[in-house]
C-alpha cells in the first residue's frame, strides 16, 4: 500500500510541474500544436490542447514504463 501512495505523490508533483511550464511559458508557443483548438471571443478564450495532451501522455507512458519496469 506504501508504494501506490508514494507513486500518486510522485504524479502529482509531476503534474504541477507540467502545470507551472503551462503557465509560464503561457505566451510562448511551444505547447500550441496544430491539432489543438482555440476559441476567441471577446475577452473568452478556450484552449483545449488535444494533440499536446496526446504527446505528453505518450511520452510520459514511455517515461514511466522504462522507470518502473521490473
Not at 503557465?23 to 482555440?38: A, M
Not at 501522455?57 to 514511455?62: G, N, Q, R, W
Request: aromatic content about 12%; glycine content about 8%; hydrophobic content about 60%.
Amino acid at each position: 500500500m506504501l508504494k501506490i501512495g508514494k507513486l500518486l505523490i510522485e504524479i502529482g508533483i509531476i503534474f504541477v510541474v507540467i502545470g507551472f511550464i503551462f503557465v509560464i511559458f503561457n505566451k510562448v508557443p511551444v505547447f500550441r500544436l496544430p491539432g489543438d483548438i482555440v476559441v476567441k471571443k471577446g475577452n473568452f478564450t478556450l484552449y483545449i490542447p488535444i494533440a499536446t495532451s496526446i504527446i505528453l501522455s505518450i511520452a510520459l507512458t514511455i517515461i514511466l514504463n522504462l522507470i518502473f519496469r521490473k
